[in-house]
């Protein structure tokens, strides 16, 4: 299985300001995942990032608030724009196994509080 | 459209005894993936066994196990001999057409000793 590591692991924000959370994978990957979950709440994916092109985003997530970069196989950031108490949430980044079973391994994920 | 379902928010299970927590899915392509994530209150999700549905016997991966129903759209884990670090909660997963993964509710486990 890859290895992923996500930082930062928690933040505190004020709201109105900018995070930019880093994914970084210990292989070159196709595919990266970024997931939202909100308090008490399962995970949302927000869009898949693949290299060399646009990310594409899930309904209900646009990339003025959430633009990605992946500007090679093993690395891909998230910002969160414009922060509201709203978004406070884990984030995840993860990436899909290359193996028939598609298996998806997450980073430890990014706490994020916005006050 | 695809459905994942997790209808137990809470599980109590007593230290050394099996537990068993539900996942019912929906879907209506033929080719899927079901998974299992267990997520501690660090809130990393660790994957812990598969199950895809052309496989004809149930997966098990150490002491845990995926008890496949594919008639009933059923795919539940099994953990025999529960320990106290298993409390955490409990995501089922299916993967459909285009890699996309659908996470249901999940289950929060308790442990007691």
């Known amino acids: 299985s890859a290895v992923i590591s996500q930082k930062p692991s928690r933040d505190i924000c004020q709201r109105g300001t900018s995070l930019t959370i880093q994914c970084q994978v210990d292989?070159?990957?196709?595919?990266m995942f970024w997931y939202r979950q909100q308090p008490g709440q399962s995970l949302t994916l927000i869009a898949t990032a693949n290299q060399g092109s646009e990310a594409t985003y899930e309904s209900g997530f646009v990339i003025d608030k959430f633009p990605i970069s992946r500007p090679n196989l093993t690395f891909s950031t998230l910002t969160v724009s414009n922060m509201s108490p709203e978004d406070s949430s884990i984030y995840l980044c993860?990436?899909?196994?290359?193996?028939?079973?598609?298996?998806?391994?997450f980073g430890a994920g990014t706490r994020l509080s916005v006050l | 459209a695809q459905k994942i379902t997790q209808t137990q928010p809470g599980m109590f299970v007593q230290e050394k005894e099996a537990v068993t927590l539900d996942c019912t899915y929906d879907?209506?392509?033929?080719?899927?993936?079901l998974f299992w994530y267990k997520q501690p209150s660090s809130g990393e999700m660790i994957f812990l066994i598969y199950q895809g549905s052309y496989d004809q016997q149930n997966a098990t991966e150490g002491r845990y196990s995926l008890n496949f129903q594919k008639a009933r759209k059923s795919a539940n884990l099994v953990i025999s001999a529960s320990q106290l670090g298993d409390s955490a909660m409990y995501f089922c997963?299916?993967?459909?057409?285009?890699?996309?993964?659908?996470f249901g509710t999940g289950t929060s486990l308790t442990v007691i000793p």
């Open positions: 993860s990436v899909g196994d290359r193996g028939l079973q598609n298996i998806q391994y």
């Open positions: 292989s070159q990957v196709t595919m």
């Open positions: 879907t209506s392509d033929p080719s899927y993936g």
């Open positions: 997963a299916m993967r459909y057409t285009g890699n996309q993964f659908y």
